[in-house]
């Protein structure tokens, strides 16, 4: 199974070389980056993903099963750690503050490479970081084309062809891992497709999370003759890498749980996809749960929009260990159509900032 999801991943990553040399940068990114302008705000991001790199590529000098893996760790800490030197250098002459500790996201995510063990853990590493490496060389070009003056911006500029190297690399490490697994061969039956609860006030009881292992996935023909499935089952997002498997949840008792309880809680679609992050919530005038603010969105992790979302009817999970997440039937359409939460006027305008989830 573990080897399946490895291979699932990078074959999700893997770009081939003529795709890569044009369309390795998302548009997407590219979008966002062009926004960044101040040198003070490139420091803030580029600062905290540099860290990012560092930290998570300590944890797979530890953890990677791959050689190739640690020796591309390996890469990215001694590149990084320079880069980050040069940075604050950069920074220090234009009198810019430069952040020395991650943001909660990336807190969390170097949570879920800890978690992470053998293959799942590779393919992890190898998506954080082509996802970082795509964002950071779009920050990087536009930064270095359109943006503030200085030190800092030559900075950029130097540094953007280490960081096209190192997105490179990380696509060839993907094509390498999925090639010589291929090769290897997968057992049909490991290619299972993860279910997710179809009530989420029943999801013990659902059939989807006591349901025995799906089949493999059925011919494109097969797939593509089901007009009358439900719109849900259509739109549906696939786990994704890094999916949590739904069937290994259990429901937790709401009762139970404080407003203080609810920060840094993670946000599940109905097939375990992270979405989003809990960062707040609001209470009633007689003090109980109103909304959870969700954390949705955001260029490397900042600038994230919060979202207002009502408690009641929430599902709340928790894993084998512990851990609770929020496990909602919420669309990233959903949350980008919303009104974004805004404290101070937030009690006026109710009704349109808090999004109700259909039970």
Known sequence: MKRYMLV????????????????????????EAAAVTSAQQFTDIAAVSNLFEIESSKIALQKATSPQVKEFAQRMIDDHTKAGDE?????????????????????????????ASGADFDAAYIQMQTNAHHEAVALFDQFSKGGEA??????????????????????????????????????????????????????????????????PPAPAAAQNAA?????AEQNAA??????????????????????????GVEVLDPNGNKIASISDFVLTQEG?????????????????????????????????????YLM???????????????????ASNRDAQRLVLSK
Do not use: C, W
Request: proline residues 7%.
């Open 87 to 115: 940075l604050k250098a950069a920074a220090d002459a234009q009198i810019i503050k430069v952040p020395t500790e991650l943001d909660d996201k990336h807190k969390q995510m170097l949570d879920q490479l800890n978690a």
């Open 238 to 263: 696939a786990p994704a890498l890094g999916a949590i498997d739904v069937k290994t949840l259990t429901p937790v008792d709401v009762g139970g749980i404080k407003g203080d309880d609810l920060k």
């Open 8 to 31: 699932a991943a990078l074959a999700a990553l893997s770009v081939s070389p003529a795709i890569a040399q044009n369309n390795a940068v998302p548009a997407a990114a590219q979008t």
């Open 150 to 215: 200085g030190q800092v911006k030559d900075f950029a500029a130097k540094t953007l062809g280490t960081l096209q190297e190192h997105e490179k690399a990380v696509e060839a490490l993907s094509q390498t891992a999925q090639a010589g697994d291929a090769a290897e061969g997968d057992n049909p039956a490991q290619n299972t497709t993860l279910t997710a609860p179809v009530d989420q006030n029943a999801m013990a009881n659902s059939p989807a999370a006591n349901a025995p292992a799906a089949a």
């Open 288 to 324: 109980s749960l109103d909304a959870v603010i969700v954390d949705f969105g955001g260029f490397l992790g900042i600038g994230t929009k919060p979202v207002a979302v009502a408690f009641d009817g929430l599902n709340f999970v928790s894993d084998k260990d512990g851990k609770r």
């Open 227 to 231: 007009p009358g499935a439900a719109p």
């Open 328 to 346: 909602a039937a919420i669309t990233k359409e959903q949350l980008d159509a919303q009104p974004p939460y805004n404290k101070d006027d937030y």
